[in-house]
């Protein structure tokens, strides 16, 4: 592994030349275009635009690519900077393609991405973006830095995918004993439809606009699928105590039910709330048990398998998925004794600590390996300028 002492080494004494990126690179433009209503998800040739994805998709259709080469893209408008050594179409509009003058074009992309300052606004950044002043060192030290720069790529490319495959696994695990716990045959507990043991109350009113910093706390159907885990305690937002009074109330025990979405997994997805009265805008619902059931056993049982192809069947709309609230109602669970669906709620709570472990686990890891990847960056670069002098 590289240390700090060994990169300081690389780089004493060595001279440099500060050249703005548009001396050191030429503007390459493609031979044809593709828009966007064209992407495949699979296709013979890449398509490179200016979204954040390296790689937008894909295309089958004859088309002129860009030939082999070493490019370095640059969005436009999205300030994205990408580096690319291969053929590829180029998709839409929006993006500069840059060909280096010098050896290492691998090196430009590093030391671009490194003095680059973005803009974050739409509009058109190259103007300013070609005066980005960058070093040149000798080549040698140029092939070093992005060896040693690749390495590191390379190292969080590994971290990400290792962590996300043990993410995938430790999900499949939990949702296999999740729906073994709630899976009872016929014959060994009560069964009953959601109507015959709750309350279904739709909620009215409340958009995005009405929430405030301070107030009554508010949930949106949009943030139980967005922001929120299974249970909460505390609201992300609030409203005014006069809209409050106009609005459909929620209290301890109840499930919130995000009443649409734009796809199947998503509609109904159940949060159990256990904190105090709130309030809850349209598009959704909030469903009070009655005293046989636990709020949390009716919440992991409103994630299992069998609740989910319950959805399929009955979700209708295309671009706005909705579940009819009546037939919402109609759907069999099983109750148990209330002392074991407790049993059971604490089996999955400890399931669920686990697996909310490595979901927080992941970003924070790959933040502090990027951040660590930025500082040799930054270090592996540090050049003095004229005016350091």
């Known amino acids: 592994m590289i240390n700090r002492n060994n990169i300081i080494e690389l780089l004493k004494g060595i001279k440099v030349e500060w050249k703005a990126l548009g001396q050191v690179t030429t503007t390459v433009t493609a031979p044809s275009k593709i828009k966007k209503d064209k992407y495949c998800k699979t296709g013979k ?16 259709e004859d088309i002129q690519p860009i030939e082999y080469g070493q ?30 003058n010098i050896d290492n074009a691998k090196y430009i992309y590093y030391a671009f991405k490194n003095f680059y300052n973005k803009e974050f606004s739409y509009k058109r950044h190259w103007s300013n973006a070609k005066e980005t002043y960058i070093p040149i060192p000798p080549l040698r030290v140029q092939t070093e830095i992005v060896r040693i720069l690749d390495t590191f790529t390379k190292l969080t490319a590994e971290l990400t995918a290792e962590l996300t495959a043990e993410l995938i696994a430790r999900k499949k695990q939990y949702n296999y004993y999740r729906d073994k716990l709630l ?12 109507g015959e043991v709750g309350q279904l109350i739709r909620g009215n009113g409340l958009q995005k606009k009405d929430f405030t910093e301070t107030g009554v706390p508010a949930i949106h159907y949009g943030q139980i699928y967005t922001y929120y885990g299974i249970f909460a305690t505390e609201t992300k937002s609030f409203v005014s105590a006069k809209l409050a009074e106009k609005l459909k109330k929620a209290r301890y025990g109840d499930i919130l039910l995000a009443g649409t979405s734009e796809n199947v997994k998503d509609v109904m997805t159940p949060l159990g ?3 105090g009265e709130i309030v809850f805008s349209g598009d959704m619902f909030a469903f009070r048990p009655s005293n046989i059931l636990n709020t949390k056993y009716l919440t992991y049982l409103l994630q299992t398998t069998p609740f989910q192809k319950f959805k399929e069947k009955y979700a209708n709309g295309t671009k706005v998925i909705r579940i009819p609230a009546e037939k919402f109602l109609t759907f069999n669970i099983p109750i148990p004794p209330l002392k074991e669906q407790v049993r059971i709620v604490e089996i999955l709570d400890k399931f669920d600590v686990l697996t909310n472990s490595i979901t927080e686990g992941l970003p924070r890891e790959i933040e502090l390996r990027q951040k660590q990847y930025e500082y040799y960056r930054n270090l592996l670069l540090n050049f003095p300028k004229v005016e350091d002098k």
């Open 45 to 60: 040739i890449a398509i490179i635009d200016q979204g954040e994805q390296f790689i937008a998709g894909y295309s089958n």
């Open 71 to 100: 490019y370095i893209i640059f969005g436009d408008h999205s300030e994205h900077i990408k580096y690319v050594d291969f053929s590829f179409i180029q998709g839409a509009d929006g993006i500069k393609i840059l060909k280096a």
């Open 183 to 194: 899976t009872f045959k016929e014959d060994e507990v009560e069964w009953k439809a959601l």
């Open 273 to 275: 709330w256990l904190g």
